[in-house]
């Protein structure tokens, strides 16, 4: 290599440390706190800036979801139509197959996702179902889409038997602070989600973790969750935030809906936090304005679920989200170029 290349190489070195070394750990929630509580304009400035050091700020990666098992959940989580116990309407199902999912997916992808993520109402995977779902992850694979699954609580051996079939991220969520999960959920601990995100890790999956705002929960509480997930190890690669969608015959609806500003702050501090994260402004755009989206983007998220629906609620058609695209000058981000 000529002295220029390896001044060249050098420099890459460089910027590759320099970014690593802005991966934090140590966040407190006190400091979190003040980062929330900062100016709308300087949180919105800095998260920027976080943004544009690592990804192209018009890019945002599409995701599609299919529930390929549905309802009849025996978990008890106070947001979720999937619960048996709560009356939503939703029905329960059995596990579809492969030719129906793979079938969906091929859609999906000629609609412009580039990762398929799948979800199924249970509480845990049961091992008499691993083997159909590691043929569903090939099926997908196969259509050359990255593969997304959320199938509850997972043991050591069922997290290494889903990433010998090739799937590529778990979803699995943390939903809120350590002290409010209680308030939400009792049917399981925050620890069991914490074992399972841990083995989804040592099976060398990558990892989609995030919450929801909106459950009635405080500022501190939504700084709690995010010091949980920029804690970790390792960042998670994928961090949905999600908008809680009030459904009828769930505990918390009819709760007081979050102020739309303060769910892009809460975008905006998961930015700063964990830089080199794809951030999806997830569930809740349904019901949200074109200009609240766009402020999502410019505080840093860059990633949707696209498709006319969530698991079983509705999400923006295709025509709406293209017309926001041509808005705001967005473009779907390419497969595979993921990574900061
Ligand atoms: N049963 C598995 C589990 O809970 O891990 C996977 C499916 S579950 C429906 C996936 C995630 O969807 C939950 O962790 C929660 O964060 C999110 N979710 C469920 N219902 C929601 C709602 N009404 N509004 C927003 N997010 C919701
Ligand atoms: C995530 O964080 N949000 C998605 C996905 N991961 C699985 C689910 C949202 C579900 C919204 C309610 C429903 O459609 O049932
Ligand atoms: Fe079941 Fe998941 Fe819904 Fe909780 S969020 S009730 S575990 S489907």
């Not at 700020?57 to 979801?65: F, G, I, K, P």
């Not at 929960?217 to 961090?239: C, F, I, Q, Y």
Request: proline fraction near 4%; charged fraction near 25%.
């Amino acid at each position: 290599m000529d002295r220029e290349g390896l001044a060249a190489m050098n420099s890459l070195v460089d910027v590759q440390a320099s970014q690593q070394s802005d991966l934090r750990h140590d966040w407190s929630v006190a400091e979190v706190e003040a980062l929330f509580a900062l100016p709308f304009n300087d949180l919105i400035f800095q998260a920027q800036n976080v943004h544009r050091r690592r990804f192209d700020a018009n890019e945002v990666q599409m995701s599609t979801l299919l529930s390929i098992k549905t309802g009849g959940c025996a978990e008890d989580c106070a947001y979720c139509p999937q619960a048996a116990q709560y009356q939503t309407g939703v029905e329960a199902d059995k596990l579809m197959s492969v030719a129906k999912v793979v079938a969906e997916a091929k859609a999906a992808k000629d609609g412009g996702a580039s990762r398929y993520c799948m979800g199924a109402a249970w509480r845990e995977l049961k091992d008499r179902d691993v083997e159909a779902i590691c043929d569903i992850v090939k099926g997908v694979k196969d259509l050359g889409l990255e593969t997304c699954m959320t199938l509850g609580m997972l043991t050591g051996p069922q997290a290494d038997a889903l990433a010998g079939a090739g799937l590529d991220y778990y979803n699995h969520n943390i939903d809120t602070s350590p002290e409010y999960y209680g308030e939400i959920i009792t049917t399981r601990t925050y620890d069991d989600r914490l074992q399972t995100l841990d083995r989804v890790r040592s099976a060398g999956m990558k990892v989609c973790c995030g919450g929801i705002v909106g459950l009635g929960e405080g500022r501190r509480d939504r700084a709690g969750m995010l010091v949980t997930l920029a804690n970790m190890a390792e960042h998670p690669e994928s961090v949905p935030i999600n908008m809680l969608v009030q459904v009828e015959g769930t505990p918390l609806h009819g709760t007081d809906k979050l102020e739309p500003l303060e769910f892009v702050r809460t975008i905006a501090v998961a930015r700063i936090m964990m830089p080199a994260s794809m951030v999806r402004l997830s569930a809740g755009r349904e019901t949200m304005g074109d200009e609240i989206q766009a402020l999502a983007f410019l505080a840093g998220a860059n990633s949707i679920f696209c498709g006319p629906k969530l698991l079983t609620t509705a999400n923006p058609t295709q025509p709406r989200d293209e017309a926001l695209f041509d808005k705001l000058g967005l473009k779907p981000m390419p497969a595979h170029s993921h990574h900061a």
